[in-house]
């Protein structure tokens, strides 16, 4: 059985391309082009995982991380924060590294990352 996935990406081709290949592989996608509503989308779709881009225009991935670590009713979620930015990268990293079992269930990718990496963290 597939998995229910929340996407946040704020660049519609990335939507576009990672909700095919999540569907193709028979998950349930919901997708968002912004970080401001990932909180109540989170709340009301109880998605299993979440792939996050960290560099969005509205609101920064950490801060849409910490909102949804510090939410009891969706800090169990799954979530795959990933950035083309190497510094970004590291803050994420030293934010997870600062408190590991807030951040227990995140992963981090470097884009550009092969496909297969990808569905392997699903």
Do not use: W
């Amino acid at each position: 059985m597939g998995k229910r996935i929340l996407i946040v990406d704020d660049t519609s081709e990335i939507l576009v391309l990672m909700r095919t290949i999540f569907e193709d592989e028979q998950h349930t996608v919901k997708v968002l082009n912004n970080g401001s509503e990932t909180l109540e989308a989170a709340k009301t779709f109880q998605p299993d995982l979440i792939v996050l881009d960290l560099l969005m225009e509205d609101k920064h991935g950490l801060d849409v991380l910490k909102e949804l670590t510090e939410d009891s009713s969706v800090r169990g979620i799954a979530i795959i924060l990933y950035t083309a930015s190497v510094i970004e990268a590291n803050k994420a990293q030293k934010l997870i590294g600062g408190d590991p079992a807030r951040y227990n269930k995140v992963s981090i990718l470097l884009k550009p990352f092969a496909l297969d990496t990808l569905l392997k963290l699903i």
